[in-house]
């Protein structure tokens, strides 16, 4: 089992940057590679970045590249999310998961509660 829990989400305006964290407890995290998801009301649950075990690839959805980061670091069972240049259209509950690196949310077997991220135009 993995435990993850999410945290950094906010109110933010339009242009603002928000940092998300997500602690994994539990199985060895740096055998897992770890996404980001997000949903939107009345929307089904979308990717948005994922990275391998070993942090060497990332993969990001065309609607968050370059300003989006996805990063991690073992040695704290920490994976991050920094959002740069944020529009009201990110607006949605920011989940993590752990798995395979994948941008399909059936390849994750574990996932957090979710953070709440609002960008007010």
């Known amino acids: 089992q993995v435990q993850l829990v999410e945290s950094g989400g906010g109110l933010v305006q339009a242009g603002g940057s928000l940092r998300l964290s997500c602690v994994a407890s539990g199985r060895t995290f740096s055998g897992y590679a770890m996404g980001w998801f997000r949903q939107a009301p009345g929307k089904e649950r979308e990717f948005v970045a994922c990275?391998?075990?070993?942090?060497?690839?990332?993969y990001y959805a065309d609607s968050v590249k370059g300003r989006f980061t996805i990063s991690r670091d073992n040695a704290k069972n920490t994976v991050y999310l920094q959002m740069n240049s944020l529009k009201p259209e990110d607006t949605a509950i920011y989940y993590c998961?752990?798995?395979?690196?994948?941008?399909?949310?059936?390849?994750?077997?574990?996932w957090g509660q979710g953070t709440q991220v609002t960008v007010s135009s």
């Open positions: 998961a752990a798995g395979a690196y994948s941008g399909k949310p059936d390849d994750y077997a574990y």
């Open positions: 990275i391998s075990r070993s942090a060497g690839s990332t």
